[in-house]
C-alpha cells in the first residue's frame, strides 16, 4: 500500500500564472505540444534501479520491479490547460508535477517531492518551459524559495515498442539544478508517445538533499502499456490495490 496520496485535479489558483518568461534561448525548430495532455489515469511501467540514502546509515537497495504514473483530469481556464502527474517510483518516493499548456508551450509551474517521510514543494517564478515548438534546445532560471536553472533539448523522433507495439516518440533531453529550502540535480532523458503525449521511456539520475540526508536515485523506466491500469482513476478515487510496488 502506498503512503502517498493521489493527485488531485488542480485548482484555478494551483494552475496561476505570477509570471511568464519573456524569452526562452531556442535555436531551430522542434514539434509542436499545442493541447498536449496523456489520457487520465493510472500507468504501469517496468523498472530497474537503485536508490540510496546517504547521512543515516542506511546502504542502497534495488527500487521496485514497477513504478507507476498518475495523470490528472485536466482543468480549463481562459484557454490555458492545467493538469498533474504523479511519478511513484517507490510507496515513499514520488514527484507531482503540475503543468499549464498554453498555445504551443507546456510550463512546470509547481513541483512537490515527497521522500524519507517529508514533502517538499518547488513552486518555481517564473514557471519552467518544459516543452516547446520554438526550438530544439532551450533555457532559462527560476527563484523564488528554492532557486534554480534548466536546459532541454529535443533528440528528434524514434520508434518505441511499447508492450506488441511499437510507436513513434520524440526524446526530450533535460538537466535540472536548484538550492535553497530543496536542493539537488536531477538529469533525465524521456521519450513520450507522438499520439498519447505520454511517456513511454525515462532515465533519470538525481540527487535531493533532506537536512542531513541525501537521496540518491537512478532509475531505468519502460511503459508497459498505453492503456491505464485504472482509467480515469488517476485521482483519490483510485484503488490503492490497484497500485502495488511488486
Known amino acids: 500500500t502506498s503512503l502517498i496520496e493521489p493527485p488531485l485535479t488542480p485548482s484555478a489558483e494551483d494552475c496561476g500564472f505570477t509570471a511568464m518568461p519573456s524569452k526562452a534561448r531556442n535555436r531551430n525548430k522542434a514539434?509542436?505540444?499545442?493541447g498536449s495532455k496523456p489520457a487520465v489515469g493510472t500507468y504501469r511501467y517496468a523498472m530497474t534501479g537503485t536508490q540510496a540514502v546517504l547521512g543515516t546509515g542506511l546502504r542502497g537497495k534495488d527500487l521496485p520491479r514497477y513504478s507507476h504514473l498518475l495523470v490528472t483530469p485536466a482543468r480549463k481556464i481562459s484557454g490555458v490547460m492545467c493538469f498533474r502527474v504523479q511519478k511513484r517510483?517507490?510507496?515513499?518516493?514520488?514527484?507531482?508535477?503540475?503543468?499549464?499548456?498554453?498555445?504551443?508551450?507546456?510550463?512546470?509551474?509547481?513541483?512537490?517531492?515527497?521522500?524519507?517521510?517529508?514533502?517538499y514543494e518547488v513552486r518555481p517564478n517564473p514557471p519552467v518551459l518544459f516543452a516547446s515548438n520554438a526550438g530544439s534546445s532551450w533555457s532559462g532560471q527560476f527563484g523564488g524559495p528554492?532557486?534554480?536553472?534548466?536546459?532541454?533539448?529535443?533528440?528528434?523522433?524514434?520508434?518505441?515498442?511499447?508492450?506488441?507495439?511499437?510507436?513513434?516518440?520524440?526524446?526530450?533531453?533535460?538537466?535540472?539544478?536548484?538550492?535553497?529550502?530543496?536542493?539537488?540535480?536531477?538529469?533525465?532523458?524521456?521519450?513520450i508517445s507522438v499520439n498519447d503525449n505520454l511517456v513511454v521511456k525515462e532515465k533519470v539520475g538525481s540527487r535531493q538533499d533532506f537536512g542531513v540526508s541525501t537521496l540518491k536515485l537512478q532509475s531505468l523506466s519502460r511503459l508497459v502499456s498505453l492503456r491505464p491500469v485504472t482509467?480515469?482513476?488517476?485521482?483519490?478515487?483510485?484503488?490503492?490495490?490497484?497500485?502495488?510496488?511488486?
Not at 161 to 189: D, K, N
Not at 231 to 246: A, I, N, P, V
Open 231 to 246: 482509467k480515469g482513476k488517476s485521482s483519490r478515487q483510485g484503488s490503492q490495490s490497484d497500485l502495488g510496488e511488486t
Open 31 to 34: 514539434p509542436s505540444t499545442e
Open 146 to 191: 528554492t532557486r534554480g536553472s534548466y536546459t532541454f533539448t529535443a533528440l528528434g523522433k524514434r520508434s518505441v515498442r511499447v508492450g506488441a507495439e511499437r510507436i513513434q516518440a520524440l526524446g526530450l533531453a533535460s538537466t535540472v539544478s536548484y538550492q535553497g529550502e530543496v536542493s539537488g540535480r536531477q538529469v533525465a532523458t524521456a521519450w
Open 89 to 119: 517510483f517507490t510507496s515513499e518516493i514520488a514527484n507531482t508535477s503540475t503543468y499549464v499548456s498554453r498555445g504551443h508551450e507546456v510550463y512546470l509551474v509547481n513541483l512537490v517531492i515527497q521522500a524519507l517521510g517529508e514533502e
